[in-house]
């Protein structure tokens, strides 16, 4: 796809250093050596030198260029039981924090937390919480994004048509001032998607034709998103076909700047997103890449445990790739 190859070349030779936590899983071995191979990132792995070796050589794969880390002999494991204790503040006794950084989806958090690792991607074997939960607590979001978001990329037509679609995987029903802050991080990643972001926040009304608190969430977050962004294009409320269809737009919002032309579209709340992210995928023929973790002061990204060799490898160049964004 023409959309990764913008991103490998965004990222090729710099040195990204991405861990995987999961490092005794062929998927993970597999995406990581091509991904080493063909440099673009760095692989951290996490665990057992000869347990790793095991598992690559059973797919004749050489470590010998790897950085394999074992938590279990790492010669800073005071210095980050420490950084530990301090970033909980207080939520966390030293034993507390060497029990805890046994874990490898926290050791793997600590190492990008402490600037070791650039981002990270795991999920292949573990939950969605076991992956976002220690980034929550340890990387923490951006300041002025008080939470995490989830964003799609929407693609079809060797890259002819690409969208993004937020939030879809996170906030069950985010406020005004949290649906804007999506609005904003998706902006962001629509530009590192090479995709010039108009944005629509989305609802059942258009420019008023509905009354609803549901409508005025909508109308107070495209406010407050013109606020903390004034250099994106902004609009809301606008109802899908306002959005995306221009001879509908031109009836329904004839004064507006993104109407009839978005390209990234903010839904009220996740039942909408995630519900419209698959019916663009299933009815539309839209490939669905994501969803990539939007505003953490550094990147985490979190797999399906049904995800092959081909996802992890594409998750890690978006991993990379979002080391870029400030």
Not at 241 to 266: C, E, R
Request: aromatic share 8%; proline share 4%; with cysteine.
């Amino acid at each position: 796809m023409e959309l990764f190859d913008s991103l490998r070349f965004k990222i090729v030779r710099r040195g990204i250093k991405i861990v995987f936590p999961e490092a005794t899983d062929a998927r993970i071995l597999g995406a990581a050596a091509r991904l080493k191979a063909e440099e673009l990132i760095e692989p951290i792995l996490i665990g057992s030198k000869e347990e790793i070796e095991a598992a690559a050589n059973a797919r004749g794969i050489q470590t010998s260029n790897f950085t394999i880390i074992n938590p279990n002999d790492y010669a800073q494991w005071d210095e980050m039981v420490e950084a530990f204790v301090e970033r909980r503040k207080g939520k966390a006794t030293k034993e507390q924090a060497e029990e805890i950084l046994k874990d490898v989806n926290y050791f793997g958090t600590m190492l990008t937390y402490m600037g070791i690792a650039d981002g990270m991607v795991s999920g292949a074997i573990h939950s969605t919480g076991d992956t976002v939960r220690p980034a929550l607590q340890i990387i923490k979001t951006k300041p002025g994004v008080s939470r995490t978001s989830g964003a799609m990329i929407m693609v079809r037509g060797r890259d002819q048509e690409k969208y993004v679609f937020s939030d879809c995987a996170i906030n069950v029903n985010p406020n005004a001032q949290e649906l804007a802050e999506i609005a904003v991080e998706s902006a962001k990643t629509a530009e590192l998607f090479d995709i010039d972001p108009k944005i629509a926040l989305m609802s059942f009304s258009t420019k008023g034709s509905a009354k609803a608190p549901e409508v005025d969430k909508v109308v107070e977050a495209t406010k407050i998103a013109q606020q903390l962004a004034p250099q994106y294009t902004f609009d809301g409320e606008l109802q899908f076909d306002a959005s995306y269809v221009p001879s509908v737009a031109q009836l329904k919002a004839p004064d507006s700047k993104v109407a009839g032309q978005a390209t990234v579209f903010i839904f009220p709340e996740l039942q909408s997103g995630n519900i419209g992210y698959k019916i663009a995928q299933r009815f539309g023929n839209f490939e669905a890449i994501g969803p990539i973790l939007q505003g953490l002061n550094k990147p985490v990204s979190d797999l399906s445990r049904g995800a092959n060799e081909e996802d992890v490898y594409k998750l890690a160049i978006i991993t990379g790739a979002q080391t870029l964004l400030d």
